[in-house]
């Protein structure tokens, strides 16, 4: 199939000594020249952004039309690399930026100062659909067959629902063995995608799709994929949207193959860029302990964007010492369980243009965040967990102000890990012990544990009188 494709858009490599442009048609996730990764780039004059980010208010009345509707298309003058009409959605980006007081005082900042930016509410049930309607519109543009990603579970579990759903391509998904949740696992099976399991991890089969998409032609829609990033950079429209169009303090979330803190970056720096908004949040990306690639590097070993000219050096011998231990990723969080970030240039970009900071979280620390953020009533899966627990950290470093307007991204759903959220409200020691005692973590802060009663209406009646 031929459709005209958007002639304001093109892709550019993001080293500034580099720069080289290519077509928004053609399909690659590195820059012939220098290896660099690509952004999505737009002749701005041609595409007539809004004059004020309030206009987008306009097109509410619109939303009887798919493309409106989706959380996602309704900003597509910001990202306008393929027709409206052209776009494919399921209805993506129908998420909530919810006030948390309970969470704000666990976290230490003030009532009305925290909000949950909740991603779970998608149809796939994580963020990862803001992406991936973005590059499977593009995969579409170019007429691709079949779709393929490395995945901990979320971007194939996305990508098998848009293939089901809109039988345009076959998707084909890489997960590493025992590696994937069974809410995950369960979505890209129910959905029938071809589902490669590998003796390995996540960045062994981040490496091995790379291989396949270069050797069958396969489109690959990992976030290295520039498409993925311009749907992402939503996430943030909509937190604005939600704000009446009031820049907050800080954005903080978790940090994994880093896509989304890359298309945060890249959001804030398109919108100071257009006079949309005057200044940009702070960025807080928290890694997990057993996955703290970006953590180590910028906080302990001060690799910076330094406008481009990132000093190679630092992550290359760092990467080589992980590799010389064996040092595999290792985090209950399995959505961040990444120790060779793909889109490590673009986040170091998106800290700089936010003045941002990384922290690394334990999983203790993780599970209970989680905890806290499901008695509020919207549950989130244990990467999501990060984001409060970074911004509790902060709070107490003195980071982040007490005062501030802080926004943290629940990433995944409740429901995407089961297994970790029962094993911390359990009184079964060992399945507790088996699911989180090996990742190190000791104690459920905040279990609401079953209550055993014998079937007995007496019994269950004293149990309820007892407990409640
Ligand atoms: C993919 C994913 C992450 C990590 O996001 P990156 O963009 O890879 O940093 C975090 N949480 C959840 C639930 C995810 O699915
Ligand atoms: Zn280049």
């Not at 994994?256 to 807080?284: C, T, V, W």
């Not at 302990?289 to 330094?306: D, F, H, I, M, Q």
């Amino acid at each position: 199939m031929s459709v005209p494709l958007s002639d304001v858009a093109y892709q550019q490599c993001i080293s500034p000594d580099c720069g080289e442009q290519y077509g928004v048609a053609d399909v690659r996730i590195n820059c012939g020249q220098c290896g660099g990764l690509l952004d999505v780039r737009y002749d701005w004059g041609r595409a007539r952004p809004p004059e004020k980010l309030g206009d987008f208010q306009k097109l509410w009345s619109e939303r009887h039309e798919p493309a409106r509707f989706s959380g996602v298309w309704r900003f597509h003058d910001l990202l306008p690399f393929a027709p409206l009409e052209q776009v494919v959605t399921v209805g993506e980006g129908q998420t909530i930026l919810q006030q948390a007081d309970a969470v704000a005082s666990y976290v230490g900042v003030r009532s009305g100062g925290l909000f949950l930016q909740y991603e779970g509410m998608n149809p796939s049930g994580s963020f990862k659909d803001n992406g991936m309607t973005a590059a499977f519109t593009h995969a579409r543009m170019i007429g691709a067959k079949r779709a393929a990603c490395a995945s901990t579970g979320n971007t194939s579990a996305s990508l098998a629902m848009y293939c089901a759903v809109t039988r345009h391509m076959k998707a084909v998904i890489f997960i590493g063995s025992g590696k994937i949740s069974y809410g995950k696992l369960s979505q890209a099976l129910d959905y029938g995608a071809l589902t490669v399991q590998i003796a390995g991890d996540f960045d062994d089969a981040m490496v091995r799709v790379r291989e396949v998409a270069r050797d069958l032609g396969i489109y690959l829609v990992n976030s290295v994929n520039p498409f993925r990033l311009e749907g992402q950079k939503t996430i943030m429209l909509r937190v604005l949207e939600a704000l009446r169009w009031e820049v907050p303090d800080w954005i903080v979330v978790p940090g994994g193959n880093l896509g989304n803190s890359s298309a945060f970056g890249k959001a804030f720096a398109e919108l100071l860029e257009l006079g949309l908004i005057d200044r940009a949040p702070r960025l807080a990306v928290i890694n997990a302990t057993g996955a703290n690639t970006l953590y180590e590097l910028y906080e302990n070993r001060s690799l910076r964007w330094n406008g481009g000219r990132i000093d190679q050096q630092v992550s290359d011998a760092y990467l080589a010492e992980l590799d010389a231990a064996q040092r595999k990723a290792s985090t209950l969080a399995s959505a961040i369980e990444i120790n060779r970030p793909v889109n490590l240039t673009k986040c170091l970009r998106a800290l700089d243009t936010c003045d941002g900071v990384v922290r690394e979280v334990t999983d203790q620390e993780i599970i209970d965040a989680k905890a806290q953020v499901g008695a509020g009533g919207i549950g989130c899966e244990p990467a999501s967990g990060a984001s409060v627990a970074g911004a509790r950290k902060l709070v107490q470093e003195g980071v982040i102000d007490p005062d501030a307007r802080v926004v943290c991204i629940l990433t995944g759903h409740q429901l995407k890990d089961p297994d970790a959220t029962v094993a911390y409200h359990t009184t079964d020691q060992d399945r507790f012990d088996r699911v989180l005692g090996t990742r190190g973590v000791k104690r459920a802060s905040f279990a609401n544990r079953a209550v055993a009663v014998p079937n007995d209406l007496p019994e269950i009646i004293k149990a309820i009188q007892l407990y409640s």
